[in-house]
């Protein structure tokens, strides 16, 4: 199915059955009319001045429709600054309209409503044995499945199978006119009209509300286990990466943290099956050449992982900290690692077989110093979490940002009301 817009559907209301598939049955049919009756009367739930509720795709798209001023969506608020606004922006609050509406384990697709917590849509997919392969992020927090596609973010595992936007089948949104708006589809296979799904992930609510996504799913892998190993100082850590990487093994996560002494801890972590396992960290022992150890299959090594996505997301620590996404290569983490770890108080992680690197740093630390270190770099930054009065009101990105005047050209022609907030207040170049 192409993008395409369509008249807006009344909210079905489908029971999630216990084999996780839904279907509609007769008491939906029959509380369609009625549905459509109320979505033409309501109207969304006015929280504060500044804050709208709404808990269905009728309610959304009315909001938008008859605001005046700049709109921005937001769930749970785990990553605070891609959701920064000023004081005259409507936050169009998600978290009520929730479920999951369809769950094909046989399709290896899910489908769920834009507010859904990712805990639910992860709970489901655990009684089938599947699950994300993007591994996404602040899930503990609380992270919902619009928020976290609006965001763009994932997780460690993407390393093996891919990113967010490779999963990201369909989406139905609301567009600056108010209009519902279905793209994508529900097939692998899909070449028809404009890839909108793969359009709006990283759109951080810019482009549209969305309301609900379909989501491509996998197996859980049957079995896995970590090689840990450490290295003294950075090129040679660089290299044990790359030599792991040039191996065919199977790797779902390859992470780097970097220490203020220069040291760097290695994790790499492969997905097989049991009896396969030792023989593949052998070979990646000997493919590494650093001092390593091996952690198999238990909850030491569940609980490995969880820590590293704790430690990104901030949750081992209890001070409040600016948290910022840069994106990289492998061979720039050589020249990028030790001036980043220059800044005061900095925390460096690398994810994604060092392809992404989280920065942790004080909320007192200056962003312009670290926008101009980026920009030397020639790399792109975006600010993920900061305190409210460091997010400035605005999304903050850093280093290259070339991308932002083709997004505001894209924003311009999907939004010519200018019904959302923009990427960048800045005027466009003539």
């Known amino acids: 199915m192409g993008y395409n817009t369509q008249s807006m ?4 209301s489908i029971t999630f059955s216990q084999n996780r598939r839904s279907r509609m049955n007769s008491s939906d049919t029959t509380r369609l009319a009625a549905d459509a009756d ?4 309501a109207s969304a739930n006015v929280v504060s001045a500044n804050v709208v509720s709404a808990n269905s795709a009728e309610l959304v798209a009315a909001t938008i429709a008859s605001a005046p001023g700049p709109i921005l969506p937001v769930g749970a608020r785990t990553k605070p600054a891609l959701s920064a606004c000023d004081g005259q922006t409507t936050r169009l609050d998600m978290r009520n309209l929730t479920g999951v509406v369809s769950y094909d384990s046989s399709e290896f697709l899910i489908s769920a409503r834009a507010g859904t917590p990712l805990t639910e849509l992860q709970a489901a997919l655990d009684e089938e044995r599947q699950y994300l392969p993007f591994d996404p992020l602040f899930v ?5 499945l619009g928020g976290t596609v ?8 993407r390393l093996l199978y891919g990113s967010l936007r490779d999963f990201v089948m369909e989406v139905q949104l609301v567009d600056g006119l108010g209009k519902l708006v279905r793209g994508g589809g529900k097939v692998v296979k899909n070449a028809a009209g404009f890839d909108l799904p793969k359009l709006v992930v990283g759109s951080y609510g810019r ?3 969305l309301t609900e996504v379909t989501l491509k799913v996998f197996p859980s ?4 286990a970590t090689l840990q190993a450490e290295s003294s100082n950075v090129p040679d850590a660089i290299a044990a990466v790359q030599a792991l990487l040039s191996q065919p093994l199977p790797i779902a996560s390859l992470d780097l943290q970097f220490e203020r002494s220069d040291g760097v801890q290695i994790f790499a972590r492969f997905a097989a099956h049991s009896a396969s396992l030792p023989e593949v960290l052998n070979r990646a022992q000997a493919a590494c050449r650093l001092p390593s150890e091996c952690v198999y299959e238990s909850p030491q090594e569940l609980q490995l992982w969880r820590d590293r996505a704790a430690d990104i997301e901030g949750l081992a620590g209890s001070s409040a900290k600016i948290l910022v996404r840069i994106a990289t290569t492998l061979p720039a983490l050589a020249q990028l690692a030790p001036v980043l770890l220059s800044l005061s108080g900095a925390r460096l992680h690398s994810t994604g077989g060092g392809s992404v690197v989280w920065l942790s740093l004080p909320t007192n630390s200056n962003l312009d110093q670290l926008d101009q270190l980026l920009k030397l770099q020639g790399l792109p930054a975006i600010v993920v979490c900061a305190p409210d009065h460091e997010a400035n009101a605005a999304l903050r990105p ?11 050209r894209i924003q311009q022609a999907l939004d010519p009301h200018q019904k959302f907030v923009p990427f960048d207040t800045r005027p466009l170049p003539a």
């Open 9 to 12: 559907p009344a909210t079905l």
């Open 38 to 41: 109320a979505a033409n009367a």
């Open 140 to 144: 503990s927090q609380g992270a919902t």
């Open 150 to 157: 609006a965001s763009g973010l994932s997780g460690a595992g």
């Open 207 to 209: 482009l549209g509300v």
């Open 221 to 224: 892998p049957p079995a896995a």
């Open 398 to 408: 850093l280093g290259d940002c070339h991308w932002l005047a083709i997004a505001r």
